[in-house]
C-alpha cells in the first residue's frame, strides 16, 4: 500500500513538472511577442515602381502611434539661419584714435609745408632744404595715415570704416548704447546682402532684436571657414544687453521671391544614410519612404518645395517608429 501512495506521489509531480514547462515555455513565448509586437504584421515588398513598401495593418498603426496628415502649404520669405557673435568696440576704438591722431599730425604737417614753401616762394629767410624737409615729412604722414586707413576698412570693413559718424558711432559702442555684431552663414552657403535681419540671444530665443546690416564682414573665420556679415544694433533697448563676446544667431532675410511649398514638422522627418525622408500614406496600410530637400527652416520644422503636396498622406508622428519596423523587416527578408 505504501508502495503505491509513493508511486502516485511521484506520477503527480512528474505531472506538475510537465505543466510548468508548459506554463514557462508560454509565458516566454509570449515576452517574445511582446518584445516584437508588430513582426507579424509588418511586411515589406516592393511596388511595380521598385519603392520599397512598408505594410502595417491598422491595430499595429495603432500601437505605434501613427499620426496621419496632410502638411500646410506655405509660402515663406527666403531666408538663412546665421549664427555669430557681439564684437568688441575695444580694438576699433583704439585703432579709430590711431588714425585720428594721423590725421591731426598729418594736418599740421601739411601746414607747416605750405608755410615754408610761400615763405621761401617770397624771397623770405628759408632756406630750401628746410622746405624739402618739410614736404618729407608731409609724405611720411601721408603714409602713415594711408596704412592706419588700410587697416581700418581690411580688419572690420569699407562701410563702417567710411562712415562719416564713425567716431559718434565708436562712441555709443564702447558705452553700450549701440552693439556690434558678426553673423556667419554655414560654410558653402551662398548668402546674399540680407534686406531685413532679425537676431536672438541664446537666453531669450522668443524674442527678436532688429539690426541693420552694415555689409560683408571683411575676412573669413579662419577657424570655421565661414563668411558672413557685419550688423549693427542701434537706437535700440536691446543694445545694452549684447555684451562683447556673447553667442547670438539670427535669420537672414534674401531678396527675391518667397519661397511656396508644404511645411513639414520636425516630428515628420527622419534622417538614414545622411538624408532627409518622410513616410507618405498611400493606401490604408501602405506607406513608402520619401526623400526630401529641406529647403528652409521654419518656426519648429522645414518648409519643403519639392516633392510633396499638400495631398499627400503624410506621417506627421510617428515617423522614427517606422523607420525602426523597415529596418527591422529588412534583416528579416534580406533587403
Not at 229 to 252: E, M
Amino acid at each position: 500500500m505504501k508502495k503505491l501512495v509513493w508511486i502516485l506521489v511521484a506520477v503527480a509531480g512528474v505531472a506538475g513538472l510537465i505543466v510548468g514547462y508548459r506554463q514557462s515555455s508560454q509565458e516566454r513565448q509570449a515576452e517574445a511577442q511582446a518584445e516584437q509586437p508588430f513582426a507579424a504584421q509588418a511586411l515589406l515588398h516592393r511596388n511595380a515602381e521598385g519603392a520599397l513598401v512598408l505594410s502595417l495593418d491598422a491595430g499595429a498603426q495603432q500601437r505605434l502611434g501613427l499620426v496621419i496628415g496632410h502638411p500646410a502649404a506655405a509660402s515663406v520669405l527666403r531666408r538663412i539661419k546665421a549664427y555669430g557673435r557681439v564684437l568688441d568696440p575695444a580694438p576699433l576704438a583704439a585703432l579709430w584714435a590711431d588714425l585720428a591722431s594721423a590725421e591731426a599730425t598729418l594736418e599740421a604737417s601739411s601746414r607747416e609745408f605750405q608755410r615754408l614753401k610761400q615763405l621761401h616762394a617770397q624771397g623770405q629767410n628759408v632756406a630750401l632744404r628746410a622746405v624739402e624737409t618739410a614736404e618729407a615729412t608731409l609724405r611720411r604722414d601721408q603714409i602713415a595715415r594711408e596704412a592706419l586707413q588700410t587697416k581700418l576698412i581690411n580688419g572690420w570693413g569699407k562701410a563702417l570704416a567710411t562712415r562719416p559718424d564713425l567716431s559718434n558711432l565708436i562712441r555709443a559702442l564702447v558705452m553700450r548704447e549701440a552693439a556690434l555684431i558678426r553673423l556667419d552663414v554655414p560654410p558653402g552657403t551662398r548668402a546674399e546682402p540680407p534686406q531685413a535681419v532679425q537676431i536672438f540671444t541664446l537666453d531669450a530665443p522668443e524674442q527678436p532684436i532688429a539690426a541693420s546690416c552694415l555689409g560683408p564682414a571683411p575676412e573669413v573665420d579662419p577657424q570655421a571657414q565661414s563668411s558672413g556679415y557685419l550688423l549693427l544694433v542701434q537706437d535700440s533697448p536691446s543694445a545694452g544687453r549684447l555684451a562683447p563676446g556673447q553667442a547670438l544667431w539670427g535669420w537672414l532675410e534674401q531678396p527675391g521671391p518667397s519661397r511656396t511649398g508644404v511645411l513639414l514638422p520636425a516630428s515628420a522627418v527622419v534622417r538614414a544614410a545622411g538624408q532627409a525622408w518622410v513616410y507618405v500614406q498611400t493606401d490604408s496600410t501602405n506607406f513608402i519612404r520619401r526623400l526630401v530637400s529641406l529647403a528652409q527652416p521654419s518656426g519648429d520644422g522645414w518648409l519643403v518645395s519639392d516633392g510633396l503636396t499638400a495631398q499627400d498622406h503624410l506621417v506627421l508622428t510617428g515617423a522614427q517608429m517606422l523607420l525602426s519596423e523597415e529596418f527591422k523587416g529588412r534583416i528579416r527578408v534580406g533587403y
